[in-house]
Every structure is written in structure tokens, then in C-alpha cells.
T-cell receptor, first 114, second 114 residues
Framework: GDSVTQMEGPVTLSEEAFLTINCTYT??????LFWYVQYPGEGLQLLLK?????DKGSNKGFEATYRKETTSFHLEKGSVQVSDSAVYFC?????????????FGQGTILTVHP | EPEVTQTPSHQVTQMGQEVILRCVPI?????FYWYRQILGQKVEFLVS????????KSEIFDDQFSVERPDGSNFTLKIRSTKLEDSAMYFC????????????FGPGTRLLVL
């Protein structure tokens, strides 16, 4: 079945540091890939997405490129802020006959210190 | 900006009791979903719903669970006889269509079964 694996957390960075959170996936067909973010006490918010190979999703300085050859969708940001502290979830949406079942990674806790 | 809402935000119940979790999806969306997140674990798909029918369900979604769209706006998840292991955060989501469409999540209901 489909699966998503994220790098182990938690990740602790200083403000303005470079961020990478690794995400790899296993899926049949051609899935869409997503990054969701969960701020403390809130629900899941879509951060960015990519629907086909080589697409780059970007939002709020974050970006991720859909790499079919390495089955990866790593999240990057050049300069993190304290306000980026949250839990980040990589997820995939299978194509084909699946009626919108999102498969999530385990989440990566990011803490950014001033 | 339209958003998915959920009530209540927190619910505490005794084992064996019935609970109903409520969601109001985004108004022009046609597909509705429930997910759950047990503390410290992955977000897991429970069920998808379209045109007043279940489209897909996971193995977690057994006979103790049911979903309903009782009117034009609400979407509910009922747990008939709660168990300790049902304690989790339950997220409702909706999307315009299935396939590659983005799912928008509500803030969640934290259910605690004692």
C-alpha cells in the first residue's frame, strides 16, 4: 500500500538557518504530494502541493520539488523564523480509484529559536 | 476565506457512551472526510463520503463508526460505544472533488474516553 516516510524529529534550528525536512514515498500510479503544517493548538493547514513529477510547490518561502526518480518531496526553506515553529506533515493522495484518501507521514516537529 | 469548522473542540466521555462529532465543510465542496490522530502517531484516514454515501473507508472504520450528512451543511461522525483507544484528535476535511484536489481541514475535535 501507499506510505510516506519523513525524517525523524524534532528539528531545532536558530532563526535564519536553512531548513530541510526529508520526505520519501511509496505509491502506485501517479500521486499528488502535499505538505501540511500544524501550528500549536490548531488544525492542519495546506502549506504547498505538487501534482506531477518535476513540479515545484512553494508558499511562504517554503518549497518542495516532486522527484519521481527518487520518490521524494523534501521541504526546504532558506531562512526560518521563530513563527515557523510547528509540526510539518508530508502526505500523498493516490490517483486512480482512491476517493481522496490522504496518506500522511509521521510528522516532524520544528522548533526555531531566536 | 471559507473554512471547515468542527464542534466541539474538546469532548470527554465515558467508555461505552455514544459520541457525535460535528463538522461544517466548505459550502461548495462535495467530498467529505474524517481522519484521526492518536497522540504521538500519524494522521490516519477513516472515511470518505460523497453523494450521501461512503466512498471509501479504512479498516479502522468498523461497525462502531458511522457518518451522516443530516442536512445541507453538517457532516457528522458517530461512535456508538466508545473505547479507550478511540481517544484521539478527529479531523474533518472537505474538497471540491476527489482525485488530486486539495483537502481543507478543520481545527479538530479532541476526544478523550475515560
Amino acid at each position: 500500500g501507499d506510505s510516506v516516510t519523513q525524517m525523524e524529529g524534532p528539528v531545532t534550528l536558530s532563526e535564519e538557518a536553512f531548513l530541510t525536512i526529508n520526505c520519501t514515498y511509496t505509491a502506485t500510479g501517479y500521486p499528488s504530494l502535499f505538505w501540511y503544517v500544524q501550528y500549536p493548538g490548531e488544525g492542519l493547514q495546506l502549506l504547498l502541493k505538487a501534482t506531477k513529477a518535476d513540479d515545484k510547490g512553494s508558499n511562504k518561502g517554503f518549497e518542495a520539488t516532486y522527484r519521481k526518480e527518487t520518490t521524494s518531496f523534501h521541504l526546504e526553506k532558506g531562512s526560518v523564523q521563530v513563527s515557523d515553529s510547528a509540526v510539518y506533515f508530508c502526505a500523498l493522495l493516490s490517483g486512480g480509484t482512491s476517493y481522496g484518501k490522504l496518506t500522511f507521514g509521521q510528522g516532524t516537529i520544528l522548533t526555531v529559536h531566536p | 476565506e471559507p473554512e471547515v469548522t468542527q464542534t466541539p473542540s474538546h469532548q470527554v466521555t465515558q467508555m461505552g457512551q455514544e459520541v457525535i462529532l460535528r463538522c461544517v465543510p466548505i459550502s461548495n465542496h462535495l467530498y467529505f472526510y474524517w481522519y484521526r490522530q492518536i497522540l504521538g502517531q500519524k494522521v490516519e484516514f477513516l472515511v470518505s463520503f460523497y453523494n450521501n454515501e461512503i466512498s471509501e473507508k479504512s479498516e479502522i472504520f468498523d461497525d462502531q463508526f458511522s457518518v451522516e450528512r443530516p442536512d445541507g451543511s453538517n457532516f457528522t461522525l458517530k461512535i456508538r460505544s466508545t473505547k479507550l483507544e478511540d481517544s484521539a484528535m478527529y479531523f474533518c476535511a472537505s474538497s471540491v472533488s476527489s482525485g488530486k484536489e486539495t483537502q481543507y481541514f478543520g481545527p479538530g475535535t479532541r476526544l478523550l474516553v475515560l
